[in-house]
């Protein structure tokens, strides 16, 4: 019994954790940075760079929720800003918008096809994917950079910044928190063979996962040829890295299940990206950067995980 | 329930904090404008001050600044010898340059400009990888009041390069003459009478190898060489020894292994190694970009004409120098306006060359210019600097000095 | 008897797994060069105190002696040292290393040259561990995972036998083994014999214990209930001895009628599926079914053919109405409710809360369009958990904190509230204690007065002829016997069609 009472005691400070980490994160660095990590122009390139981060986790949430995991999310984003490109240039930036929907949404799908009719693990099927993307951008783009009109740019406002931020946060949370979707997802995280025997197509839930997480992908490919006008081959290469070190220090288990929680994708997307602000306002060096997120990462993962009961990867 | 609470009152923060972020950065455009307008005024005055009191030049007294470069501290010699060369224009000038982390990447060249600037640095070099992240990054420094320059590239987009230079916090660019470089290799490998050549190179959009390998292309169309392999984006020295070992295994009658741009630390042995492995000496290296350890990869015989800026880092270190005028109120193109400067480039082609080259590039406090040669690079010391004169001291510089 | 040394001695050793009394007083021992048979049912102690010698759990109280001396290892590791090896019912070995490994895992150390391991003395060595237990065709090199079941267990037996043992523990180790690895296993049995050590050996073949053992023991419950010397075997009474327990409690049912109701709900048509072979039954409105046999015998994966879990390689499953259950949502909108024997891993999710198990199945239900609500759930829980009386903190407990009984109840909760018509329970009571039981009983007979039919899968044969109105015996996969309520049929008869 009293081996239980440590164990609640523990997970409630596994809770806690993520929001220590942010808090302590944002006083340290207002403090060191005497305010500047308040300033609007850090807020606004926190809040470029956030969209990224927080649209990217929270896809990442939902599928880690169910136990799965999509590596191509990166290149899915690239593709879709290629393809984005190549409308806008030859039909018309509005016309742009749907085309990196679609084309996020459709390698979602494939992802998703794989994944639920083959046997082969997400983990594989989506670095096989990512390889495929990384090849196809070179083929769409003709191997250069690919640039869009100017007035793409102007696309790129406030408003819809704020849009894209608020509306995932809601709709994320709206969606893992409080509809039978959500349950199910954390439920298939929990025990698949559970909900197999509970009458419920997980692989039907699965599949509108990887096509939401592809939309998503898309979404975030028109934002970035929104932002800088260009679609490169390298185009997204950094979102896996950030998306995962955000979820897992927000302490979502890769593994899915009843602990993923929304709050924990957010702050996780908060966490990484005031770090990476503060720690360029503070003039810490590339080097010590990395340094610092490794140890950040590794107190995360070593503090928000019960390494008895959860594995991080399976 | 805490926690709910808790996460309610983040999420506040963040909304909240991102209208105030958009809010304050509207009015910050306002003020940055009429804050461009002083500027642009202050030059001008600045300047006919400047004239006046020429004779006073020694008394110049600097203003504080920094600038930053997304160039990341690498190890490498060359940028060691940047930051001996940095280290002396900071205490001539009263400033800082900061080596700081950046993704070579559309979205990763604009995090860096924003965040530098919400960091509060006053000028900015950077290297672009697509053109059209330029129309951002003029209005981002000009909201800011950055004077801001281009390092290892030139604008190709007629559109953007008249919005750009129409900035007046835009202080110029220096840039290789990558086609010329791609095509005077080419030359040399055809009157050495190779045939047969593979390249290595970075992956395909890279526009510094792609312009190359036009040079290139030219050159082998009028030489009749045949380019017989190539290999592209090496992440490590592995890569290459890989790449080598099927272009040796491919083609029994190659001449030589271009390298195009510079791929990763250690390429250049790796391949010199493989190539030895093989027992092939018949096949030669010839390189874009002068390796790490040129002189021992001279002395194996296989490296037979490296060419390349005089060092890697003159050219960001000319940009930066654009800039620190434009800071202190002297800009060196005339009224103001940028500078658009080439870097010179050469080859070496010997053991010996190669030595006298590295005695001197290979020591990491090698100066390009010492301190009375660098006072002409300023305006308030050099009035006649301008975009003519600034490119006959870059033509004219040269290592052995 | 007088001659012959008493090797281990157990003596009055008790354990409790919470409210669950695993042992209670057993004291029995084991002579040098004698081979005891350890019989009884599933949960009848015998796993249990095989592995309070083997030092991987500890008693709560009870003395060991071994040899004469007390006994009282602190880890398996003393154990081992002091000649007590078990191999394990589990799978004990390592997927991810090479059957070397595996045999001197702990023990590297023995290989250790200079700071690095010295494989290939280590592969000789593995390699002659395994010569003597006569398995060859095992290389020592090979990694784990290239090998079939039957040879892992081998491995383990090499791992057990090389620290040359003076009690080697079996427990329920042959069924996992083929004919070859059997005859093995006995071999190395009789050297020991021969050698004047002792082996204990756990199976639930009764032949096979007669034909192997000097001796058996036999426990039932976690009490010790009797020793029986090889002379006086009789397979009859060893099997009432083990299994024959009087129905002393009143829980079960009292009348004595079978279900007359003819309404067909569920109907299973010439079933052959991996261990069945055309099986055919009816279940009827109102019916308690109950389905008997050994562990092997088939039975658990009937009850997942019928909630359209397996597909049937031949026949059909319908439903009242004619429909086929080809799937477990088909069976769920014809209203059947599934409980696997594995409730922990396939009905219940353990690291969920309470909530979250018992409103699974009837989002349909609780959500309003896509959106669920919290309020509207725990209105859920408290409709259907009420009568069940879950001794639970709250709704937001998680499962894993909960005793069995208690997870079974939250596992019927679950199907209670999706609204069930017909439920297959498989081992309902197993793992429980006996209050809980009898709720679970009770709530059986409450669902049958509401017109409900049960399929009711167990090992335990008091519970299904208590409980039902009908008994069906398998065997091997086919139906050896079916018998009505009202023919009062006795657990001895059934027993005779079970094996």
Redesign the interface.
């Known amino acids: 019994m009293a081996n239980?009472d440590t164990n609640k005691k523990k997970i409630s400070f596994q809770v806690i954790f993520p929001f220590l980490g942010l808090i302590l994160i944002l006083l340290l660095f207002s403090i060191l940075t005497g305010g500047k990590l308040f300033s609007a122009s850090s807020l606004k390139s926190t809040m470029n760079d956030g969209i990224y981060i927080l649209l990217g986790t929270i896809g990442f949430t939902l599928l880690s929720a169910m136990g799965q995991m999509d590596f191509s999310i990166g290149f899915n984003m690239g593709v879709s800003c290629a393809v984005c490109c190549l409308v806008a240039n030859a039909v018309s930036i509005y016309a742009s918008i749907p085309a990196a929907i679609a084309t996020g949404l459709v390698i979602g799908c494939v992802n998703g096809v794989i994944v639920t009719k083959t046997r082969i693990s997400p983990m594989i099927a989506t670095m096989g994917m990512m390889f495929i993307l990384q090849g196809g951008v070179l083929v769409i783009l003709n191997g250069s950079v690919l640039q869009a009109p100017l007035t793409m740019m102007s696309l790129y406002t406030t408003p819809l910044k704020i849009l894209l931020l608020a509306g995932g946060i809601v709709l994320g949370f709206?969606l893992l928190e409080?509809?039978?979707?959500?349950?199910?997802s954390?439920?298939i995280g929990?025990?698949p063979?559970?909900?197999?025997?509970?009458?419920?197509?997980a692989n039907k839930y699965k599949l509108i996962t990887y096509i939401i997480v592809g939309g998503i992908c898309g979404i975030l490919g028109f934002v970035s040829l929104a932002r800088t006008g260009s679609a490169t081959n390298s185009t997204g290469g950094t979102l896996l890295f950030n998306c995962m070190n955000a979820t897992l220090l927000g302490g979502v288990p890769l593994t899915g299940?009843?602990?993923t929680k929304f709050r924990g994708a957010l702050l996780g997307a908060l966490t990484i990206s005031f770090l990476v602000t503060g720690m360029t306002l503070m003039r810490i060096s590339a080097q010590n950067q990395q340094l610092i997120k490794g140890i950040i990462f590794l107190i995360a993962v070593g503090i928000c995980f019960d390494r008895k009961?959860l594995k991080v990867i399976k | 329930m805490k926690k709910r609470i808790l996460s309610v009152l983040m999420g506040v923060t963040l909304v909240a904090s991102m209208f105030a972020g958009c809010g304050s950065s509207e009015n910050k455009t306002e003020a940055s404008e009429d804050k461009a307008e002083t500027a642009t005024e202050d030059t001008a005055e600045d300047k006919t001050e400047t004239t006046e009191t020429t004779a006073a030049a020694g008394d110049f007294e600097c203003k504080p600044y920094s600038i930053a470069l997304p160039f990341p501290e690498s190890g490498l010699t060359s940028f060691e010898i940047a930051r001996s060369n940095f280290d002396l224009l900071e205490s001539q000038t009263n400033g800082e340059i900061i080596n700081a982390a950046s993704d070579l990447t559309p979205d990763g060249v604009l995090s860096f400009v924003e965040s530098q600037v919400a960091a509060g640095v006053s000028g900015l070099v950077i290297c672009p990888p697509s053109d059209s992240v330029l129309p951002t990054v003029t209005q981002l420094c000009e909201e800011a009041g950055v004077y801001w320059g281009i390092t290892l590239r030139s604008i190709s987009d007629p559109e953007i390069k008249a919005m750009v230079e129409a900035s007046p916090y835009y202080v110029g660019n220096c840039y290789e003459d990558e086609e010329t470089a791609g095509y005077t290799c080419g030359k040399w490998m055809g009157d050495a009478g190779y045939k047969k050549i593979a390249i290595i190179s970075q992956a395909k959009g890279d526009t510094t190898c792609d312009t190359r390998e036009v040079g290139l292309g030219k050159a082998c169309e009028e030489l009749g060489i045949e380019i017989v392999g190539e290999s592209r984006g090496h992440a490590q020295a592995s890569d290459t020894t890989a790449a080598t070992e099927s272009f040796l295994a491919a083609n029994p009658d190659l001449d030589a292994i271009f390298f195009v741009g510079s791929a990763c630390t250690g390429a250049h042995e790796a391949c010199i190694k493989a190539i030895q492995d093989a027992g092939r000496d018949d096949v030669k290296v010839v390189t874009i970009d002068f390796p790490d350890a040129m002189t021992e990869d001279f002395e194996t015989g296989v490296l037979a004409y490296s060419y390349a800026q005089v060092c890697l880092t003159y050219d960001p270190y000319i940009s930066i120098i654009k800039v620190v005028n434009a800071i202190q109120g002297t800009p060196i193109g005339d009224d103001g306006k940028f500078t658009s400067n080439t870097m010179a480039m050469y080859g070496i082609d010997s053991v010996e060359a190669a030595k006298e080259y590295q005695a001197i590039a290979g020591n990491p406090k090698y100066l390009f210019y010492d301190e009375e040669e660098l006072k002409s690079f300023y305006k308030w010391e050099n009035p006649d600097l301008n975009e003519q004169t600034l490119q006959e001291m870059i033509d004219s510089y040269k290592v052995t000095e | 008897m007088s001659e012959e040394k008493l090797m281990l001695k157990v003596e009055h050793m008790y354990k409790n797994f919470g409210i669950t009394k695993a042992l209670q007083d057993v004291s029995f021992g084991v002579r040098q060069g004698q081979i005891l048979g350890l019989i009884g049912e599933n949960g009848s102690g015998k796993s249990t105190v095989t592995s309070i010698i083997a030092a991987l759990q500890s008693a709560d109280s009870g003395t060991m002696y071994l040899e004469g001396e007390e006994y009282k290892p602190k880890n398996s590791v003393e154990a081992i040292e002091k000649g007590i090896c078990m191999i394990l019912q589990e799978k004990g070995t390592f997927d991810l290393l090479t059957v070397a490994k595996n045999i001197f895992v702990g023990k590297e150390e023995l290989f250790v040259k200079h700071g690095f391991l010295d494989v290939k003395a280590m592969n000789r060595e593995a390699q002659k561990a395994l010569d003597a237990i006569h398995a060859e065709n095992i290389r020592a090199e090979m990694p784990l995972a290239a090998l079939n079941f039957e040879d892992r267990k081998l491995v383990e037996v090499a791992r057990a036998m090389y620290s040359n043992p003076k009690i080697l523990v079996v427990d329920e180790t042959t069924t996992a083994l083929n004919r070859n690895g059997r005859d093995i296993l006995y071999e190395i049995m009789k050297e020991m014999k021969e050698n004047d050590k002792s082996v204990i050996f756990i199976s639930h073949d009764l032949d096979e214990i007669m034909s192997v053992c000097d001796t058996v023991t036999i426990l039932r419950d976690g009490v010790y209930i009797d020793t029986i010397e090889k002379s006086d075997y009789a397979a009859p009474v060893l099997r009432k001895l083990m299994v024959g327990r009087e129905v002393s409690d009143n829980y079960y049912r009292t009348d004595k009628e079978s279900c007359k109701n003819p309404e067909v709900v569920l109907k299973m048509d010439h079933v052959s599926c991996k261990d069945v072979k055309d099986v055919s039954f009816e279940l009827h409105k109102g019916e308690i079914l109950g389905f008997g046999g050994l562990g092997d015998c088939g039975m658990h994966i009937l009850g997942n053919v019928a909630?359209g879990?397996t597909d049937p390689d031949l026949g059909k499953v319908t439903a009242g109405d004619g429909t086929v259950i080809k799937?477990?949502?088909?069976?769920?909108q014809k209203k059947i409710a599934?409980i696997?024997k594995n409730r922990d891993?396939?009905?219940?999710?353990?690291?969920?809360?309470i909530k979250?198990n018992v409103?699974?199945?009837s989002?349909?239900k609780?959500?309003k369009g896509?959106?669920?609500?919290k309020k509207d759930e725990e209105k859920f829980i408290e409709e259907h958990s009420k009568g069940l009386e879950i001794k639970m903190q709250n709704t937001d407990q998680y499962v894993m904190?909960l005793s069995g009984g208690n997870k079974q109840k939250v596992a019927l909760a679950?199907w209670l509230g999706f609204g069930a018509d017909i439920f297959i329970l498989d081992c309902p009571t197993r793992g429980i204690d006996i209050g809980v039981k009898s709720n679970i009983y009770q709530l059986m007979i409450e669902l049958r007065k509401q017109g409900k039919s049960i399929i009711m899968i167990s090992e335990e044969m008091a519970e299904v002829i208590g409980m039902s109105d009908r008994v069906i015996i398998l065997k091997e996969g086919r139906i050896s016997g079916e018998f009505k309520r009202e023919e009062g049929v006795t657990e001895l008869v059934l027993i005779d069609y079970m094996v």
């Open positions: 239980e709206v409080k509809t039978k979707y959500g349950r199910i954390k439920a929990a025990s063979e559970t909900v197999r025997q509970t009458g419920i197509n299940g009843p602990t009961n | 909630f879990l799937d477990a949502h088909v069976a769920m599934y696997s891993q396939e009905t219940l999710m353990v690291s969920c809360s979250d409103c699974l199945a989002y349909d609780i959500a896509p959106f669920v609500f904190e679950k």
